[in-house]
């Protein structure tokens, strides 16, 4: 079946990039997403790529795409304290399709 | 933009007890709703699709008999969990695609409601 795998920590410093990195298996996903959850809450869509993207950015976040490779990586720019959450990236195969998660990366940002 | 509510929040109930998780889209109808259930510092998994006006498709492993699904309307989907056990214990999330509603992706796009947390004792 379907997988999505993700690291499971990063921490950096206030002010510093992350990124965070993704693998699927899914032979072709029509979208691939991030969505952020913070502690106690649901789910936030931050971005979304379509696949016949390669990149894409939205202010301080930047997605790539790699199709060959299966890889999706989502970079956050100027890193601050309000972005400490889990990340999780999903894809979709289809319209009206269940969105299958990957595992969840855990952002500590240090003041 | 697309909303999506649940109902309640949060639930405490005991061991042998049933509990009913509502989910509504509040401005948009969904013929399709989705069920996921995520564990402590666990991802989410997908139980159910629930379809208005037809039966639930259900992934492997997840009981029908114990989680009861009704798409009653094209605005309410419920979760029964019947029986509930300590091990039923976890965060419950809908979801719902938006349709023209959600704008450029269309059915691409689910909005999730704010969750459920049950707790069973």
């Known amino acids: 079946g379907e997988d999505v795998e993700q690291s499971l920590f990063l921490s950096v410093r206030e002010g510093d990039s992350s990124v965070i990195n993704c693998t699927y298996t899914?032979?072709?996903?029509?979208?691939l997403y991030w969505y952020k959850q913070e502690p106690g809450a649901g789910l936030q869509l931050l971005t979304y790529?379509?696949?016949?993207?390669d990149m894409k950015q939205d202010q301080r976040l930047t997605v790539l795409l790699n199709k060959k490779d299966k890889h999706l990586s989502l970079r956050i720019a100027d890193t601050q304290t309000g972005d400490s959450a889990i990340y999780f990236c999903?894809?979709?195969?289809?319209?009206?399709?269940?969105?299958?998660f990957g595992t969840g990366t855990k952002l500590q940002v240090i003041p | 933009g697309a909303v999506v509510s649940q109902h309640p929040s949060w639930v405490i109930c005991k061991s042998g007890t049933s509990v009913k998780i509502e989910c509504r889209s509040l401005?948009?109808?969904?013929?399709?709703m989705f069920w996921y259930r995520q564990f402590p510092k666990q991802s989410l998994m997908l139980m159910a699709t629930?379809?208005?006006?037809?039966?639930?498709?259900?992934e492997q492993g997840v009981e029908k008999d114990k989680f009861l699904i009704n798409h009653a309307s094209l605005t309410l989907s419920t979760l029964t969990v019947t029986s509930a056990h300590p091990e039923d214990s976890s965060f419950y999330i809908c979801?719902?695609?938006?349709?023209?509603?959600?704008?450029?992706?269309?059915?691409?796009?689910?909005?999730f409601g704010p969750g459920t947390r049950l707790t069973v004792l």
């Open positions: 979801s719902a695609p938006t349709g023209s509603v959600g704008g450029a992706l269309g059915g691409n796009e689910q909005f």
């Open positions: 899914d032979s072709s996903p029509t979208y």
């Open positions: 790529i379509f696949s016949n993207m």
């Open positions: 999903a894809d979709t195969l289809g319209s009206y399709q269940k969105v299958t």
């Open positions: 401005d948009f109808q969904a013929t399709t």
């Open positions: 629930s379809n208005e006006g037809s039966k639930a498709t259900y």
